[in-house]
């Protein structure tokens, strides 16, 4: 049985080979998939070996962590799913027994491991993949594979808002125009948000946020990084202080124009990851008690990341704008690396 798989073996080096399926052990999964995602995260492992301290590459693994198909072979032990039954795949393996589980942040989990990056591997970017029982959720109908294959990314903008805690009646700025930021102003909007403004320097991208809900839109130069008066901008647009800032540029001067812009008493979340030490104006955030919340993966999210799509409260197909079949993934990652795309999706099929 053919597994064309993208596996990585190191930096700037990933290879397409036939692999044999893995058997599924006693609480695993056999998928066959069907669409796989790809985003920056992915890029930045194959040009750097490793994401952050923790994930770094030792030895081959596939990669692709954002992606769905169909149940073809279960362990013994799996009563959530069977064969023939259609998936996607949450890519944050917890432990559930650490002090951080126990406590309900998974994603924070002191053993945690991420499918489709090293060590864990078993990416999605091949034909087959067996994970863990746990981390698979059965989609209705109404989804296709590529819907279901952007739950991974979805997932992701639904634990930001809830740690940004998006009230009914907020007014929010999200920062970043790309997947993420597009999908989590629909979420801000499904949450209740009153007004939602996206900020970005692309023009097509942000007439794409206005067709998917948001409010108002902030276009930025490149070359406007003064971020006093960029935050004097967004208030000007929402007519006030946006309650709420989610960054999902993880660029500098909008991390420091999120902290600028919020009203006191407010809240900015973190998702863009950018460099590792940022300077921020602290005597701000001190003196006019702004929080600054971190965000990652996601706090099992993925059962109400399925229900917005699946109530159309949330669309995600527009934000598709690339596709690929798995022999052409290392175009599909160039075209990423090289932001020309809004998000890529790939075909593993073999239909």
């Given at each position: 049985m053919e597994n064309l798989s993208a596996v990585l073996h190191g930096v700037h080096d990933l290879r397409l080979e036939n692999q044999s399926p893995t058997i599924p052990q006693a609480n695993e999964v056999q998928i066959r998939v069907q669409k796989c995602g790809v985003c920056m995260t992915d890029v930045h492992m194959l040009d750097n070996g490793t994401v952050g301290n923790?994930?770094?590459?030792?030895?081959?693994?596939?990669?692709?962590?954002?992606?769905?198909?169909?149940?073809?072979?279960?362990g013994s032990d799996v009563t959530n799913v069977k064969a023939g039954e259609r998936v996607t795949v949450d890519n944050l393996v917890a432990c559930g027994h650490c002090?951080?589980?126990?406590?309900?942040?998974?994603?924070?989990?002191?053993?945690?491991?991420?499918?489709?990056?090293?060590?864990?591997?078993r990416g999605g970017l091949a034909r087959f993949a067996t994970v863990p029982a746990t981390c698979v959720h059965r989609i209705p109908a109404t989804l296709d594979f590529e819907e279901a294959a952007m739950m991974e990314p979805l997932s992701v903008c639904v634990?930001?808002?809830?740690?940004?805690?998006?009230?009914?009646?907020?007014?929010?700025?999200?920062?970043?125009?790309?997947?993420?930021?597009?999908?989590?102003?629909?979420?801000?909007?499904a949450k209740g948000a009153s007004s939602v403004c996206?900020?970005?320097?692309?023009?097509?991208?942000?007439?794409?946020?206005?067709?998917?809900?948001?409010?108002?839109?902030?276009?930025?130069?490149?070359?406007?990084?003064?971020?006093?008066?960029?935050?004097?901008?967004?208030r000007d647009t929402l007519g006030d202080c946006p309650d709420i800032a989610i960054?999902?540029?993880?660029?500098?001067?909008?991390?420091?124009?999120?902290?600028?812009?919020?009203?006191?008493?407010?809240?900015v979340a973190v998702v863009g990851i950018g460099p590792d030490d940022v300077s921020i104006p602290i005597v701000d955030v001190a003196l006019r008690e702004i929080d600054i919340r971190g965000c990652?993966?996601?706090?099992?999210?993925?059962?109400?990341?399925?229900?917005?799509?699946?109530?159309?409260?949330?669309?995600?197909k527009p934000i598709i704008s690339h596709r690929f079949r798995l022999e052409e993934v290392h175009h599909a990652l160039?075209?990423?690396r090289d932001r020309k795309v809004v998000k890529v999706m790939v075909d593993c099929s073999d239909n």
């Open positions: 923790n994930i770094i590459l030792k030895e081959p693994s596939v990669i692709g962590h954002e992606y769905s198909g169909y149940v073809t072979a279960v002090a951080r589980c126990k406590r309900g942040h998974t994603n924070v989990c002191f053993n945690h491991g991420y499918i489709g990056f090293p060590p864990e591997g634990s930001a808002i809830n740690r940004a805690d998006v009230k009914l009646g907020d007014d929010v700025i999200v920062f970043g125009a790309g997947p993420i930021g597009l999908m989590t102003s629909q979420v801000a909007r996206v900020a970005d320097i692309s023009k097509e991208r942000l007439e794409l946020a206005r067709k998917l809900g948001a409010t108002h839109t902030a276009l930025f130069g490149a070359d406007e990084t003064d971020s006093r008066t960029n935050a004097q901008r967004i960054e999902c540029s993880g660029v500098p001067h909008c991390l420091r124009t999120a902290i600028y812009a919020v009203r006191p008493g407010g809240v990652v993966c996601n706090n099992y999210c993925f059962p109400a990341s399925i229900k917005l799509v699946a109530s159309e409260k949330v669309m995600v160039d075209l990423v």
